[in-house]
């Protein structure tokens, strides 16, 4: 009798009209909770997993655009740390400046005349830091006697940064470089001895010298699409062994010019000769001829 009245509760519960439909939706909850969470779980895993592949450099595949996107970015600044106390020794030769500012833009060295490819920087004679003017990679560091060394530094296809007359290298060909780094200290050429401790900075395209100043504060894009097929300007800077042989062609031209001087006077020595050998023969046949008569006039007596 207990155990039916124990039961009975049960029983009537199953009897309700909403007691199957909550079991239903109850059950769908749950199931439903639990494909969620597990959804969820592999979520966390798809991204905690590496995807990368020996087959596919990673590093270098991404890392080579978006460090070339920062160089777009930049902009070209003088090669050194303030530029408010430098000087600009000698102007870069614009051809299509005044003749006074052209003249003042030429380099006078072994007596002949060489334009100014780029912007000689100075800092009241005393020795400063070299900066690289935008980043990029050393393509080429060397030593020159006449120019003062040279370091050049690529930023993109076809456009570098050129300093010359500088020393104490701070990097080496290969090495990629920031905006702003120290590359080397500033130094003295033969080649421009008026400016003394400076260096010579010269922004190229395509091998093509641009003014520098005219590119300061503008970006890397500005001088990509730039056209410079009426810039260029003749007359390279002549490296240590080219001055060597100006300086053979300029003995040989002296030497050569000593010998057509003595050429031409030689005639002018043998005219003369030829003059006083012919005035001799004269007087000797005016000699000869009386002496030759009183020869005749003697043998004439002795016959008599």
Do not use: C
Not at 221 to 246: R, W
Request: proline residues 4%; charged residues 30%; without cysteine.
């Amino acid at each position: 009798m207990r155990e039916e009245e124990k039961k009975q509760p049960s029983q009537n519960f199953l009897k309700r009209r909403w007691a199957y439909p909550a079991i239903y939706l109850a059950s769908a909850a749950i199931i439903i909770t639990g494909i969620l969470w597990y959804q969820a779980g592999n979520d966390v895993n798809e991204k905690a997993k590496d995807y990368s592949y020996d087959g596919v450099p990673t590093d270098n595949e991404f890392n080579q655009p978006a460090e070339e996107v920062n160089r777009s970015l930049e902009n070209f600044v003088m090669p050194v740390s303030s530029p408010e106390d430098t000087v600009i020794e000698k102007q870069f030769y614009d051809t299509e400046a005044s003749a006074e500012e052209q003249e003042a833009a030429l380099v006078v060295y072994g007596n002949m005349y060489y334009p100014n490819q780029g912007v000689d920087i100075s800092k009241d004679g005393k020795e400063f830091d070299v900066l690289a003017a935008m980043s990029g990679t050393v393509t080429k560091v060397q030593e020159d006697s006449l120019l003062g060394n040279t370091i050049e530094i690529e930023h993109s296809k076809g456009i570098v940064t050129r300093y010359q007359s500088v020393k104490d290298f701070e990097v080496a060909v290969g090495d990629v470089v920031d905006q702003g780094q120290a590359i080397a200290k500033a130094g003295k050429s033969l080649f421009n001895e008026e400016a003394g401790v400076h260096v010579h900075f010269e922004i190229r395209k395509a091998d093509v010298a641009v003014n520098p100043l005219e590119y300061f504060n503008k970006s890397l894009a500005t001088l990509q699409e730039a056209q410079l097929e009426d810039k260029k300007v003749s007359g390279e800077k002549p490296d240590a062994e080219a001055a060597e042989e100006n300086a053979t062609d300029e003995n040989a031209v002296e030497d050569q010019a000593s010998e057509n001087k003595a050429t031409e006077d030689q005639p002018a020595e043998d005219n003369a000769a030829e003059e006083d050998k012919s005035t001799e023969d004269k007087q000797d046949q005016a000699g000869q001829k009386p002496k030759q008569e009183s020869q005749d006039n003697a043998d004439v007596k002795d016959e008599e």
